[in-house]
């Protein structure tokens, strides 16, 4: 089925270590988000990209960055993990700003 | 600052109805959205309004009222799959979703 798969599905990482979480889409949508959720608290927006080759800062985007170096591909980076950064995070994809979006399946992150 | 208030927790029993609300305080509106999202998994779209009324979509139907900054998402004839959480998301002025922190919904036999 088309859509959008996240790379790991979960992980373990030390503190200070680094990782890269995968996002790939199949849908052609030019617009692609990463958010983080955590217990009690809305998802929040960590980095967007509008279209290929561009991105954007969302709400909360200290420790992490990103690329867009394509259409399908958007990869989230944290360069020295820390605890505060455990949380799930969920890659998503809109056709525009003005359409839904739609989530891959999230991939759950623990810093230890 | 921006805010989405949405209640914590809800119960309902099959087959009933439930209201669902969303009070919000946005820079600036481009449309509310609500989600379903179920326990270890990824939200997924049921509707969105922009224009003041209601929207109806099966047993599903979504209520917007701009000026109170106001919305509600009622679900009918009440199943047990319908236990998930529901997400309440505003378009802000910069066409980024804010989102509030969901309605746990839990349904009783």
């Known amino acids: 089925t088309a859509g959008i798969t996240q790379a790991p599905t979960s992980q373990i990482l030390a503190a200070g270590r680094s990782m890269t979480l995968r996002c790939t889409q199949d849908?052609?949508?030019?617009?692609m988000y990463w958010y983080r959720q955590d217990l009690g608290l809305g998802l929040r927006l960590i980095h967007y990209?509008?279209?290929?080759?561009?991105?954007g800062k969302g709400e909360v985007p200290d420790g992490y960055s990103v690329s867009r170096a394509n259409t399908d591909d958007f990869p989230l980076t944290l360069a020295s993990a820390v605890p505060s950064q455990t949380s799930v995070y969920f890659c998503?994809?809109?056709?525009?700003?003005?359409?839904?979006?739609?989530f891959g399946d999230g991939t759950r992150l623990s810093i230890l | 600052g921006q805010n989405i208030d949405q209640p914590t927790e809800m119960t309902a029993t099959e087959g009933a109805i439930v209201q669902i609300n969303c009070t919000y305080q946005?820079?600036?509106?481009?449309?509310l959205f609500w989600y379903q999202q179920h326990a270890g998994e990824a939200p997924t779209f049921l509707s969105y309004?922009?224009l003041d009324g209601l929207e109806e979509k099966g047993r599903f139907s979504s209520f917007l009222s701009r000026s109170k900054g106001y919305s509600y998402l009622l679900l009918k004839e009440l199943q047990m799959k319908d236990s998930a959480s529901y997400l309440c998301?505003?378009?802000?002025?910069?066409?980024?979703?804010?989102w509030g922190a969901g309605t746990k919904l839990i349904i009783k036999p």
């Open positions: 998503a994809s809109s056709d525009d700003s003005n359409q839904p979006q739609h």
């Open positions: 849908m052609r949508h030019n617009a």
């Open positions: 990209s509008n279209t290929a080759g561009t991105t």
């Open positions: 946005t820079s600036g509106f481009n449309g």
């Open positions: 309004n922009v």
């Open positions: 998301a505003v378009r802000d002025s910069n066409y980024q979703l804010i």
